[in-house]
Nanobody
Framework: QAQLVESGGDLVQPGGSLRLSCVASGFSLGYFAIGWFRQAPGKEREGVSCILTNTGRTYYAESVKGRFTTSRDNAKNTVYLEMNSLKPEDTGVYYC??????????????????WGQGTQVTVSS
């Protein structure tokens, strides 16, 4: 069955960097919107970024613009989230998710249909 698996989460100091990976199995990532979302304790899940894997077009939440970059390697069936200048408020469980690339609202979690299990990112000194 089709799966998404995130990895790369860690404990990092403020100002540090992490690179998360989302690997798809059972399907090709060549024609999807792949979003990154995060959920902090007691908070709603929020959209972080999205990449349309067929075109490479990206979308970012205002809170991460200029700090995070999402990219894809279709040959490896993998989407990445490079996170720089991390802040404590970036802490949370990070999920990747897939949906059809058409439409709008790419940063809304309710529009996504397939989800990974999440990877913990903790930004703390």
């Amino acid at each position: 069955q089709a799966q998404l698996v995130e990895s790369g989460g860690d404990l990092v100091q403020p100002g540090g960097s992490l690179r998360l990976s989302c690997v798809a199995s059972g399907f090709s990532l060549g024609y999807f919107a792949i979003g990154w979302f995060r959920q902090a304790p007691g908070k709603e899940r929020e959209g972080v970024s999205c990449i349309l894997t067929n075109t490479g077009r990206t979308y970012y939440a205002e809170s991460v613009k200029g700090r995070f970059t999402t990219s894809r390697d279709n040959a490896k069936n993998t989407v990445y989230l490079e996170m720089n200048s991390l802040k404590p408020e970036d802490t949370g469980v990070y999920y990747c998710a897939a949906r059809m690339p058409h439409g709008t609202d790419y940063l809304k979690p309710e529009t996504y249909t397939r989800w990974g299990q999440g990877t913990q990112v903790t930004v703390s000194s």
